[in-house]
């Protein structure tokens, strides 16, 4: 994998600088905005298929858009333990007045704490797996896909190393893009959506690789 690739090809593309622009101005609009997730899908499938220029052109708003919101669907299905928890948490805190002194600790401040490290885990744990489900469904473009664990868990296995890496670099593509801060806040507009193709790249190169067979070995000579 060519993971610095993946920081610096939407540059190559000889139109980038209008689609970054409107990628960062869409991102703007909510609701619309959902164009912009698609538009990274679809730049994570031409990732997948060997595309030489994967950056994808501005030019199916509606089919972006459904594809957007399926995976804004689909994260939310995942995302309702969190949900759950959340609200547990909020039923305990407010029969306990909020009131964390010593004085007042109670079963229900240790169900608080035990909620608490169960979210954190569990949000981990989903913003580890989401993305294996992103790549399936943007290849696939079969919603269902989110919600087959035996397709997702031993994909991730198959090239947990990459897949690994590849995520936490979008992390970091994710953090670094927050410093278009300092460009006088419009500059994270656009940096933001740099970062979320640089994570479409590294997603889309894990599922290329994962699914390239590999060269059969030589046949030895006599």
Not at 22 to 31: E, Y
Request: hydrophobic share 55%; net charge negative; charged share 10%.
């Amino acid at each position: 994998m060519d993971f610095g690739k993946a920081f610096t090809y939407p540059f190559e593309d000889k139109e980038w600088v209008t689609k970054i622009v409107i990628g960062g101005i869409l991102s703007l609009v909510p609701l619309v905005n959902l164009i912009v997730i698609g538009y990274a899908l679809k730049a994570l499938k031409n990732v997948a298929d060997g595309v030489e220029q994967p950056l994808p052109k501005w030019d199916d708003f509606g089919d972006y858009f459904v594809k957007g919101l399926m995976v804004v669907l689909g994260s939310v299905v995942w995302a309702l333990p969190l949900i759950i928890l959340g609200m547990m948490i909020a039923m305990f805190s407010a029969v306990t007045g909020y009131d964390t002194s010593a004085e007042q600790v109670s079963p229900f401040w240790v169900c608080i704490w035990g909620l608490s490290c169960l979210s954190g885990l569990y949000g981990l744990f989903i913003g580890i797996v989401l993305p294996a489900a992103y790549t399936k469904y943007a290849v696939s473009n079969d919603f269902g896909v989110f919600f087959r664990f035996g397709e997702i868990f031993p994909y991730i296995g198959a090239n947990l190393g990459n897949y690994i890496i590849a995520v936490l670099l979008a992390w970091v593509a994710q953090f670094v893009a927050g410093f278009g801060v300092f460009l006088c806040i419009v500059g994270v507009i656009f940096t933001q959506f740099w970062a979320t193709l640089v994570g479409s790249h590294l997603l889309g190169q894990v599922y290329r690789v994962r699914a390239t067979p590999a060269a059969p070995a030589p046949e030895p000579t006599v």
